[in-house]
């Protein structure tokens, strides 16, 4: 196995930091220890806590989207897919233990001047739901809708039964959801 860079220790060390304690409790000084770098190091490979958080963010986006179309990718038609993305919510957050989105987290725990971390997650949600929309916008079943309508509430169902299933820690909110959105796409 290899041994991870630098600059790759820091980003791990702090995305389990910020995901699973958070971003405003995360100092840089644990960052530097728990990662086993020097501060000198740090700051040759990112200028603030921020930038690492950014770079923690983009990681996250790739690991999360890849996860998710990997779960529906046997999945043949639009309904399937975007129902299916509910399962992949129940799945995903039993696995981390009801923890939550880590764009939600992140945003909600941020000071005012963080904008680019804001910046990430805007990215994040809005290729989540250009998603939604070409999925349902490549069915000829749902031509005669606003499928950008649709997708728009199809995504506040999904990103409320994140938020909600993190506070209930239980899964009856996507059950609730995918409830939901069966209705609007049938």
Not at 7 to 18: D, G, M, Q, V, W
Not at 92 to 119: A, H, M, S, T
Request: charged share 25%.
């Amino acid at each position: 196995m290899k041994k991870l860079g630098v600059k790759e220790r820091i980003i791990e060390t702090a995305s389990n930091l910020f995901y699973f304690q958070g971003y405003n409790q995360t100092g840089i000084n644990q960052i530097i220890d728990e990662a086993n770098v020097a501060k000198a190091s740090m700051y040759q490979h990112f200028r603030s806590k921020e930038d690492i958080a950014v770079a923690y963010l983009k990681g996250r986006h790739i690991m999360w989207i890849s996860n998710l179309f990997d779960f529906i990718s046997d999945k043949k038609n639009s309904k399937d897919k975007i129902l299916a993305c509910f399962n992949y919510l129940k799945v995903w957050l039993n696995e981390v233990n009801y923890r939550g989105c880590g764009f939600q987290n992140i945003v909600c725990d941020l000071p005012e001047d963080q904008n680019k971390i804001k910046d990430q997650v805007v990215i994040h949600k809005n290729e989540l739901r250009d998603w939604v929309h070409q999925t349902l916008n490549e069915d000829e079943n749902y031509s005669h809708l606003d499928t950008n309508a649709l997708g728009d509430e199809i995504l506040v169902l999904m990103d409320g039964a994140i938020i909600l299933s993190q506070i209930q820690k239980d899964e009856w909110p996507i059950t609730a959801a995918k409830s939901a959105c069966v209705r609007l796409l049938s």
